[in-house]
Structure formats: structure tokens, C-alpha cells
């Protein structure tokens, strides 16, 4: 089976001086700005097309959120005080004044999706025990695991009421099939514990699930309610874009500053989670080095030395360079998916953003 984005990235702007990745040394491997021709695009930058429209994506996140009991109100007060990096809702804003112009529709479909979005993290961090996110606790840890599952489902429910109020059924298909693939997704990703033989297919198909999906969905209901006639490339733009997102997320696992991911490193093996790096790893490790990474498994809680060995066999494997071979073969797929559509500013943005995900302090 061919691998999803199996290649490299070739940026046609860059110029002939652009390096392959086979020709690049393994320091070079993470910068991103090597690979991809050209400096990386800040989240700012990407944003600042539709920046003031973003602060409206805000007030009507709060409007939709709000009930009329005191517990629900007090934890959306907790979800909504930080806002994250609201990059979801950035997609939908663009991908709307793509030959479009600024709807009232976007503002609300945005904000949908960004309850969605809240929604998986919340039932995500409450099936994994987690105690921090984004550097603060979690809804599971400050209250409990019960009220972190009714919340999660509070959020999609009123995405879906919202969705009806507007009366777009399309809207309402594009929003219901990313949830249901969400829904497998994390099922698919109980089987990516605890298991090494976890193959490069099912974990395509898990990100693909769990990650791209509401990422195609953004972009899509964009198209929507800006130009329909673009919402193929727009669609799958975001899926590509959502795949070269989490495979880079997952670098980060073996890479990433915890001061600017917000997560400490090792995460994934800590939990006994295989994730791409790994999985291209093990394909170059000694029976002996396999053995290790077998033996961190059976360990319910793996110490600090253990997580770091495991790391450095990975690294020295390759798993690095093979993951972010196939994050830039993605990111190729996005950035060549809107090629076709009319420049300016909305569309200088999104490809910036096939820079933004897969740079993220790599």
C-alpha cells in the first residue's frame, strides 16, 4: 500500500536552489524553512486577513455556548477564557473570501467549528486522563471525568442546534460527517496503544479520522459561504493540510520545546502511543533495539530515563527524517490543491499556512 503523501515537497517558488530531502543533512531535517523554499509564515500572518473577524468568531463562541444552568456556564467560562490558537476558525474565515466576500454565515460556521474542535479535546483529554492542556488543567482534572463528557457533549450539541438555526443543509452534512469520522477516529485510536506492529496504513487512516477531517470540514464550510464552486480544492486542501498538521504534531513528540508546545516531551510513549517517528523507526531497528521499545510498553508508568532512551532510538533510526518526509509530501498536496484559485490576500494566507504546520518550532 502506497503511504498517504508518500514523496517529498517540491515548492515551485523556491527556485532551483531548493534542497531534496535525500540531499539534506540530518540537522537540517528540522528546519523547516529548508525544506520548504521559503521562511515560514507566522500564525499572525495568516490571521490578518480576517483578524477583526476573528474577535466576532469570539462573542459568537460565547453566544452559542451559553445555557441557562450555572455548572454548564461556569465550565465554557473555563474553556474560553485562554482561547487557543483558533487556527480552525482562521481556515473557514479564508477559505470563505475565496472569490466570496464577508458573511455573517462565516462568523457563525467558524465559531462551530471551533466548538467542535473544543469539544474533541475535552472528551480527548477525559479518555486519556490527561491533566494539562495548553499549560492549563484539564475540564476531567478541575472537576471530573463525568462532567468533562457531558460538557464535550454539550458543545456538539449546540454546534448542531446552530447549524439548524441557520437552515444550510449542506453545512449541516459537511459538520455531521466529520463528527461521525471523529467518533471512529478515536476509536481507532485505542488501538494505537500499546501495540508496535501498528502499521503506517492504520495510522493514516487514524489521523486522517481524528484530525484531517474537521480540518477539510473548516475549509469546506468556508467554501460554502463564500464561493461553492471551490469547495473541492477547498476541502481537499484542509484534508491535506489537517494530515501534514498531525504528523508534525507528533514529531513534536520526540522534538518539541514543552514551552512552546505546552506538552512535555515523550507524551506519546509515556501513554504507549504509536505515532508515525516510531513507526518509521522501528522499520531500521536492530531485533535488540525492537526488544526496548517492547519492554517500554509493558511499563505502566515509564520513567524519565526510559522515555529518553526510547527517543534517541528513534532519532538515530531515522523516525524523524521518515515522518517529516511524509509532513511535507502533505503539505505539497495542499499547497498544490489551491494553485488553481484566484491570488490575494485570503489565498496568500492559506499557503501560508501549509508553512505554519508543519514549522511549529520544529
Not at 18 to 26: C, K
Not at 200 to 228: F, H, V, W
Not at 307 to 325: D, H, K, Q
Amino acid at each position: 500500500m502506497k503511504p498517504e503523501c508518500a514523496g517529498r515537497f517540491r515548492n515551485d517558488r523556491a527556485g532551483a536552489g531548493a534542497q531534496s530531502l535525500e540531499s539534506r543533512t540530518p540537522s537540517e531535517m528540522t528546519n523547516r524553512s529548508t525544506v520548504l523554499g521559503t521562511a515560514p509564515a507566522a500564525l499572525t500572518e495568516i490571521r490578518a486577513p480576517v483578524r477583526d473577524r476573528l474577535e466576532e468568531v469570539m462573542d459568537e463562541l460565547r453566544r452559542i455556548a451559553v445555557a441557562d444552568y450555572s455548572m454548564v456556564d461556569e465550565v465554557n467560562d473555563y474553556l474560553l477564557r485562554v482561547p487557543g490558537k483558533m487556527f480552525r476558525p482562521t481556515l473557514v474565515l479564508l477559505c470563505s473570501e475565496i472569490e466570496g466576500g464577508p458573511s455573517r454565515d462565516a462568523i457563525t460556521l467558524a465559531a462551530v467549528v471551533e466548538l467542535v474542535h473544543i469539544a474533541t479535546l475535552v472528551h480527548d483529554d477525559a479518555v486519556d486522563h490527561s491533566v494539562l492542556r495548553r499549560g492549563m488543567p484539564t475540564v476531567n482534572s478541575v472537576w471530573t471525568h463525568q462532567i468533562a463528557i457531558i460538557m464535550g457533549d454539550y458543545l456538539y450539541s449546540r454546534s448542531v442546534t446552530e447549524l439548524a438555526r441557520l437552515g444550510n443543509l449542506e453545512a449541516v452534512r459537511v459538520l455531521a460527517t466529520a463528527a461521525n469520522t471523529m467518533s471512529v477516529g478515536e476509536m481507532r485510536q485505542l488501538l494505537s496503544y500499546d501495540d508496535i506492529s501498528y502499521s503506517e496504513g492504520e495510522y493514516n487512516r487514524l489521523i486522517a479520522a481524528k484530525t484531517a477531517s474537521l480540518m477539510s470540514a473548516a475549509c469546506e464550510l468556508g467554501a460554502l459561504a463564500g464561493n461553492p464552486r471551490h469547495r473541492r480544492a477547498l476541502r481537499d486542501y484542509g484534508h491535506a493540510l489537517g494530515m501534514a498538521f498531525q504528523i508534525t504534531d507528533d514529531m513534536l513528540d520526540y522534538v518539541g520545546d514543552e514551552e512552546v508546545t505546552g506538552k512535555p516531551p515523550g507524551l506519546d510513549l509515556r501513554g504507549h502511543k504509536v505515532t508515525l517517528p516510531l513507526v518509521g523507526a522501528l522499520r531500521e531497528m536492530s531485533p535488540a533495539e525492537v526488544e526496548e521499545v517492547r519492554h517500554l510498553f509493558t511499563l505502566p508508568e515509564p520513567g524519565d530515563d526510559d522515555v529518553a532512551r526510547i527517543v534517541a532510538l528513534v532519532r538515530r533510526n531515522g523516525g524523524i527524517e521518515y515522518a517529516e518526509n511524509r509532513a511535507v509530501a502533505c503539505a505539497e498536496r495542499a499547497d498544490r490543491a489551491i494553485r488553481g484559485l484566484r491570488p490575494g490576500p485570503a489565498l496568500d494566507a492559506l499557503q501560508g499556512a501549509v508553512y505554519y504546520v508543519t514549522d511549529r518550532s520544529l
